[in-house]
């Protein structure tokens, strides 16, 4: 059965794309592209149309991986219909997506980190500068995602 995850962020220009193309690396390399597929959304407009953030798309390149073509769109309520699991990266983030899918009647909202030995928030690295840790974040909560999946 085909699994749809939406991974989210304030602007859908550096956490949740991330987050995106590494999880489609990593599925793409188990070969489950026909099972699970994925994509990336914004709780707020004020980077919709931009693309990737040049120091996110410099960590996916480091790792192989190219995000060319990706821009920022924001989160619909009709996103909560059509996707298993919408993932953010921190707290507020949560609020947001409760707020614009109208709340989680099906409990398809959570943090990327939540299943995590440790769960936390992935810091925003637009404001910390810090691309190293969040690209690490977002592997770790990529990994248990897939393996979560991959064991339902």
């Given at each position: 059965?085909?699994?749809?995850?939406?991974?989210?962020?304030?602007?859908?220009?550096?956490?949740?794309?991330?987050?995106?193309?590494?999880?489609?690396?990593?599925?793409k390399?188990?070969?489950?592209?026909?099972?699970i597929?994925?994509?990336?959304?914004?709780?707020?407009?004020?980077?919709y149309?931009?693309?990737?953030y040049?120091?996110?798309?410099?960590?996916?390149?480091?790792?192989?991986?190219?995000c060319?073509?990706?821009?920022?769109t924001?989160?619909?309520?009709?996103?909560y219909?059509?996707?298993d699991?919408?993932?953010?990266m921190?707290?507020?983030n949560i609020v947001?997506?409760?707020?614009?899918?109208?709340?989680?009647?099906?409990g398809?909202i959570?943090?990327?980190?939540?299943?995590a030995?440790?769960?936390?928030?992935?810091?925003?690295?637009?404001?910390?500068?810090?691309?190293?840790?969040?690209?690490?974040?977002?592997?770790?909560?990529?990994?248990?995602?897939?393996?979560?999946?991959?064991?339902?």
């Amino acid at each position: 059965m085909m699994k749809k995850i939406m991974f989210v962020c304030l602007g859908n220009i550096c956490r949740s794309p991330m987050a995106e193309f590494i999880f489609r690396d990593l599925v793409k390399k188990e070969g489950l592209e026909k099972e699970i597929v994925c994509a990336s959304s914004a709780t707020s407009m004020e980077e919709y149309g931009n693309p990737v953030y040049p120091p996110a798309r410099k960590q996916l390149l480091k790792m192989g991986i190219d995000c060319a073509g990706k821009r920022a769109t924001p989160l619909q309520k009709s996103d909560y219909q059509k996707y298993d699991l919408l993932l953010g990266m921190e707290e507020r983030n949560i609020v947001n997506m409760k707020r614009i899918c109208g709340g989680d009647a099906d409990g398809k909202i959570r943090r990327l980190l939540d299943h995590a030995p440790r769960p936390r928030d992935i810091a925003d690295p637009w404001y910390s500068g810090d691309f190293d840790t969040a690209c690490r974040d977002i592997l770790e909560g990529c990994r248990i995602l897939l393996e979560e999946l991959k064991n339902q």
